[in-house]
């Protein structure tokens, strides 16, 4: 995994900055510290970036097993196991870091986990497994290669069910990322998601209870129209390309608005969840990206593309070879251009030749 990593092109970039001083760290009654805006911030805006304290597997195991033990007695085993392996990786940071890692929040009892891990497991921020496979591509997927990173700054990062922000790790630069997901006024407190946003508010809140506390967030207050409208969601994805073939080849009868009618429709719940850092919010995006380029709606396809590159100002996109771009700046250059309104591909084999760059 190191070597496809360390020889990415340009590695190791900088880390991104904001176009000025954005943040700062302050109390919030009731949640310590928080990070606070120091001036408006538009959506997709870099907020913040900074490498890891620490990188460390997400998950717990017991090293020195002896083959005998069950139940408690392994569980207590493994808690030292993994607290001894945090020491000796917290030993390696210099005085003010290993200070700073020490001094963050730990809310995990003695008999959950060791006070390092603790730290680790209440302020860590994953790395998604399908981040690392871009570029490690046989990487095989094993629970051992889950990880999470532990940031002096960013770890201060609250939460809510309506985030403001979104965490991102970028693999180019070996740091974690925040960006705006809207806009946000100066003065505001910057907050992102620790659970799966359009989840039920049961199950949110159920995660958030292991971080000892309780959203009161607007979606988490009025449960029962929050929950109605990620019902509704659910029963509209976005599409896989697949799906889209007889949409693309205008076969079937289908509307000229069969993609992005309900795209537009999710786009609306999505916002009024204040759920804009969602997986679907940038999916849905893209589908109308997609969409209004197949039929030839140059004005329709700017618009979805600005909001959606809007979204990921200063995220390196990670270039897979051999394939063209699919929201390039000029609509005429995307590949799916214009054709549903033309004699143009017949299968499935002809829109992936399409795809392919030269």
Known sequence: MKFPILTQPGFLHPVPEPRAPALRVATVEGKRLGLFTTRDIDAGEVIFAERALLIVSSVEWCM???????GAEFRAHAIRDKEAVMKALVKTLPHEKRAAYRALPNVHPRDECGPLWGVARTNGSGIMPLLLAMVVPDMVEHEQLKFLGVCETLSHLNHSCRPNAALHFDLSSFAFMLHAVRSIPAGTEITGSYTDLLAPTAARQAILATFRFQCTCASCVNSETSDRRRREL??????????????LLNKG?????????????????????????????????????????????????????????GLVQGIRPIKIEGFRDMAPAVPEMHPFWRVRMQAGPRSMQDLQAMLKSD
């Open 64 to 70: 020195t097993f002896a083959g005998n033990e069950r």
């Open 234 to 247: 659910a029963k509209s994805p976005a599409l896989e390309q697949a799906a889209m073939l007889p949409w």
């Open 253 to 309: 009868n289908l509307p000229d608005d069969y993609l992005t009618k309900p795209s537009l429709r999710a786009l609306e719940l999505l916002r009024q969840e204040g759920a804009e850092a969602s997986k679907a919010y940038s999916m849905h995006l893209s589908q109308l990206c997609l969409a209004y380029a197949a039929l030839g709606d140059r004005e329709r396809y700017l618009d979805a593309r600005k909001r959606s590159v």
